[in-house]
């Protein structure tokens, strides 16, 4: 007879952190603050620590869990899932993977005129390096790519390469050829006397001019070949900071990459499945992709599933046979049911008439915490991904020191609302580590961003005080 379930005691939390200072490896996470936050509980919006106190969170796993914590109908897709067939090894096929690449393709046809297929990972990264190989395959070897100051790509040795910050490369050299990183256009930031749009096209024609002459060391002129195979780009860059390009950008940019033959890779991981009102953010900016990496968010978070989109010439069967790339979990039958049902949930919820106007809500009460206090640089946002950047007294230089003591402040848990103690969870990026990056739940309510724009308004008062 099996014994009637006995769930693990609890823990105290200066247990286990005496236990994860002692026995965990610290390279595989980062702690914001010392000493570490821990969780025990989450809901929609909220997390709730060991006394009980709730906390707002505004960064929502850094956009993975964007349909909210504890999604009743996305749990229940996975349990629904683990009593039908829980594993099975990745040379068999189950029905949700071949439904969720049908559903992608299908969707990717519409909107790019173009057919394709769906590969598989278990990571972003993952997915990141199997497009570098994708790449690799199709430009017959080419191991130079081009990818923008301030993109993150993640930290594997491939990954790593072609993302811009030095120290994720730093203790371990390079897996190939480290990418040309190119100016991406940052509106806040921009020269004086230089509107948006034309700063816009001051970049595309700086990248433009890599072109003109042998000697720049991209091209060979009496070919028109170009040594570098693709360029990789986040719609809206996300480490970098949550930064919008103009509009005019990308179809700019894209006329230049089309001229010379060099790939558009696009990667979505931290801002596709409706953060931005669309399914790809790539989608308002007007151009075709010629490969889409996506992740995170697939699975609201329940399940380690990534994957990417090419066109057909990029990765039939012909060109890309099987085994080029694998990986046990991939397409596993819990993630792959899981992300079917986002995209089923998606579409009848509506997040692209919804998030638009949360996110404008948004970007209202941030706007008017930037009247409020000069700190606050910047703001703006597209649908659920916005940004608030942090700064001194004169609105433009950056103040990484205040906005490291408001998320010290807000994971403390002591701001006040209806008499109770409560706290925020935040994310930090930027250039300058300098500004609050917000991807909230796209089921957040319009009560719970009214509460954000208060707790926020208490944070970065306090801050200001120490």
């Given at each position: 007879m099996t014994p009637d379930f006995i769930p693990a005691p609890v823990i105290s939390d200066a247990e286990l952190l005496a236990d994860e200072a002692k026995y965990s490896s610290h390279g595989d996470t980062v702690h914001y603050v010392n000493p570490p936050k821990i969780f025990r509980h989450g809901e929609g919006s909220w997390m709730i620590d060991s006394a009980g106190t709730r906390f707002l969170d505004l960064q929502m796993w850094y956009s993975a869990v964007n349909f909210g914590y504890g999604n009743p109908r996305l749990n229940d897709a996975l349990k629904r899932q683990i009593d039908l067939l829980p594993q099975v090894a990745s040379q068999y096929l189950h029905q949700t993977r071949v439904e969720l690449a049908k559903a992608i393709a299908l969707d990717a046809k519409a909107k790019f005129g173009l057919d394709g297929r769906v590969h598989f990972n278990v990571g972003g990264s993952q997915a990141i390096e199997d497009s570098l190989k994708l790449v690799r395959n199709c430009t017959h070897g080419k191991s130079l790519m081009f990818a923008f100051e301030a993109g993150y790509h993640g930290r594997t040795l491939g990954a790593s390469a072609i993302t811009s910050s030095y120290r994720y490369r730093r203790r371990y050299g390079h897996f190939g050829d480290r990418a040309m990183f190119i100016p991406f256009p940052y509106p806040f930031r921009r020269p004086k006397g230089m509107t948006p749009e034309a700063y816009s096209d001051d970049c595309v024609h700086q990248f433009a001019r890599l072109f003109e002459s042998e000697y720049n060391g991209v091209l060979d002129t009496k070919t028109g070949e170009a040594e570098y195979a693709a360029f990789y780009a986040e719609p809206i860059q996300g480490t970098g900071g949550y930064v919008i390009p103009p509009r005019n950008f990308f179809r700019d940019l894209k006329k230049v990459l089309d001229q010379y033959g060099i790939l558009l890779v696009v990667d979505e991981i931290q801002m596709g499945f409706w953060r931005t009102g669309k399914l790809w953010a790539i989608e308002h900016f007007g151009v075709t992709p010629d490969i889409l990496v996506f992740g995170k968010a697939l699975t609201n978070g329940l399940n380690p599933l990534s994957g990417l989109w090419a066109r057909e010439e990029i990765i039939s069967p012909q060109v890309f046979p099987p085994g080029s790339t694998h990986s046990t979990f991939n397409s596993n039958p819990l993630g792959t049911a899981v992300g079917l049902e986002v995209l089923k949930m998606g579409r009848e919820r509506g997040y692209e008439t919804s998030v638009p106007q949360k996110g404008a809500h948004f970007l209202e009460g941030l706007r008017s915490l930037q009247k409020r206090h000069k700190e606050i640089g910047d703001v703006d946002g597209l649908g659920l991904a916005l940004r608030a950047e942090i700064c001194t007294e004169d609105g433009f230089t950056p103040?990484?020191?205040?906005?490291?003591?408001?998320?010290?402040?807000?994971?403390?848990?002591?701001?006040?609302?209806?008499?109770?103690?409560?706290?925020?969870?935040?994310?930090?990026?930027?250039?300058?580590?300098?500004?609050?990056?917000?991807?909230p739940s796209l089921e957040i309510s319009d009560q719970e961003i009214d509460l954000a724009i208060e707790l926020l308004d208490q944070l970065i008062t306090k801050a200001k005080r120490q």
């Open positions: 103040n990484r020191a205040l906005l490291d003591r408001m998320v010290d402040i807000a994971l403390a848990g002591k701001l006040e609302h209806a008499g109770k103690k409560i706290g925020l969870v935040l994310d930090v990026g930027g250039w300058y580590k300098n500004v609050i990056t917000l991807a």
